[in-house]
Structure formats: structure tokens, C-alpha cells
């Protein structure tokens, strides 16, 4: 597998990128459109915070790493840089489709003006974005899930386990994206128990991303909360959510995880006893499913969307203290059916 790694200064990562990436393609494919190609090439664009993060990108990459496997196809990693523009952005896109990747997925919804731009300009290439169904061409795959669906779960169980009635949201960027996993987390904890107090914070403002790449902001916003008593912390916040699971662990309270099986992530490992649970979102399986239906000819487009009645988001069971609290796991298969049976509809905003 390629990577492209991070550079510092924006412009100089700009350029580098659309010599690196062309520079990796064979010889004999490198000026060939990817539909004539003979190589089975693909790419990922990650979204901020990177390979690494934990979380939302290294879903994605797990969804790479088994196309390889599996499909023989080659693999391109291209990282995003600090501050970049949506100018960087298209020349990534650009470097990757013209070096014969297809299909090229956008890690993020960051990646919606760069894909309108780009796409247009590669009708035989197939680009994916995930978490954004705004941009749409018939060679755009829009790759959405009902993150409000798995995070009303996440509620039922905080509501169910917490001692002192106190629970908390972390959110990395207040984003509509991000408001759809406060709104299900809230709503499943005061359907579960109205009692219970649900504190919720966003880490940085758009167009401040950081809150999705520091973890020294997820620590000092948990640690404001676990002082608040919350003694279970559901952290939406990509790499900046790792600072947090940190702190709720050292203080001995419960994680919820996001995006990927926190408690599986060899980066998490000193404290994955501390993660309870984790709402999953089937990013690896979205990715691999985009690359496999390019190559059998038959390539995805239009809105792809993954909700519960397709088990493409959900709660993680790696934890056996988790599946051990019965009732929990109970309340928690009950909503997921009523969900299902459109018992309950969950809100997409708090």
C-alpha cells in the first residue's frame, strides 16, 4: 500500500501530493484512464486527523486494507494537512484520479466541494464521499448512515449504567453531522430515564477543525465533565476523542467509543477496559463494498445509506462486561427493534 504522508506547509503538501501520487502509478498504467487500465488501483483521501486516528479514518482503512486482500487491488492513502484549504483538496482529488485510482473515496464530508469540482472533470472514474449526500453526479457514491439510530442506543445503555445520573457528550466540531449523534445519544438517555443529566460539549467551532484532531482538547473537555460527576462519556470527536477515553479511564468511569470497536484499537488498548461499548458505523464495509462494486463493473452512485435495519451502524459487544449486564443488553436489543419497526424515530437534531 501507498501512502501519502503529511507535509507541513499546505502548499508545499499540494504540489508534493500530485508529484507522489503520480510517481507511484506503473509505467504502464500512469497515462491511462483507471476504467482501461489493467491495474485495479483505488485511493482513500482521509478526512482531518488521519490514518491513526482511532476511529472514523481507520475504519475507512480497514475497508482498504481487506479490498487489497481480497480484490488484488492497489491502495493509495493520501493525508490531509493542518488548516488545508478545499483548494488543497481538489488538487489531492485531481493527482488521484489522474494517476488511474478508481474509485477515489473522500474520507469525510470536508471532501463535498473538492468532489463537486473534481468529479465532473473524470465522468469514468467513480468518487465516493462518506457522511455527505449534498453533492451528487452520476459518478459521485454518497455514503451516509444513520449515526442518530446507533447513538440512541449508546443513550439507552449510558442511562442504564450510570450511578450518579450524570452523563456526558463530547462532540469534536459542532457540525450538522456531529448534532445527529447528540441528538440520538440524548434522546435514547431521557426516553430510558428522564432523570438523568446529559451534559454536552463541542470542542471547537467550524471552520476550527481541531476538535477532531487534538486529543488534549477530548482530555480537558472530559475532565470538565467527570468534575461535573458524569460517570459515562460518549465522545464523537475523532482523534481528539482518544484524550478523552483517556481521562474517563484514569478517573475509573465509562467510555463510550465511536465510529470504529473502540475497545479493539491497538491504540486504545491500556484503556479499552474503561470502553464500555462503542457506536459502531460500518465504514469498512462501505468503503470495501464501493471498491468491489467498481470492479465488478457495476460501480455504486447516488445516496448509499446505512441505518440499523442494515446492521451498518450499531453498538460493539467486544467488551464481556458489557454483554454481562443483561438488562442492559435487553433495554438496548429492545429499542434497537423498535427503531426498526419505526416505533421510534430518532431526532437528527437535539
Known sequence: ???????????????????????????????????????????????IGGRGDQSFNDAAYAGLAKAEKDLGVKGTEAEPSDGESDADKVQRLTSLARAGNNPVIGVGFAYAPAIKKVAPKFPKITFGIIDDASVTGSNIANIVFNEEQGSYLAGVAAAKVTKTKT???????????????????TQGV????????????????????????????????????????????YSAAGLAGSGAIEAVSKAGKWNIGVDSDQYNQKGLAAYKESILTSVTKDVEDSVFNLIKSVQDGKPQSGEIRYGLDKDGVGLATSNPKFTEMTDVIAAVDKAKQEIIDGEITVKTTP
Do not use: H, W
Not at 507522489?20 to 488501483?41: I, L, N
Open 167 to 185: 452523563v456526558g457528550f463530547i462532540g469534536g466540531v459542532e457540525t450538522p453531522l456531529i448534532k445527529k449523534f447528540e441528538a440520538g445519544f
Open 1 to 47: 500500500m501507498r501512502r501519502i504522508t503529511r507535509i507541513a506547509a499546505v502548499g508545499v503538501m499540494s504540489a508534493a501530493l500530485a508529484v507522489s501520487v503520480t510517481a507511484c502509478g506503473d509505467s504502464s498504467s500512469s497515462s491511462s484512464s483507471s476504467s482501461d487500465s489493467k491495474d485495479k488501483k483505488t485511493a482513500l483521501a482521509y478526512d
Open 190 to 233: 431521557k426516553d430510558t430515564n428522564s432523570s438523568v443529566k446529559v451534559i454536552s460539549q463541542y470542542l471547537t467551532q467550524p471552520p476550527n477543525f481541531d476538535g477532531f484532531s487534538k486529543p488534549d482538547l477530548g482530555k480537558a473537555a472530559a475532565q470538565g465533565q467527570l468534575d461535573k460527576k458524569a460517570d459515562v462519556i
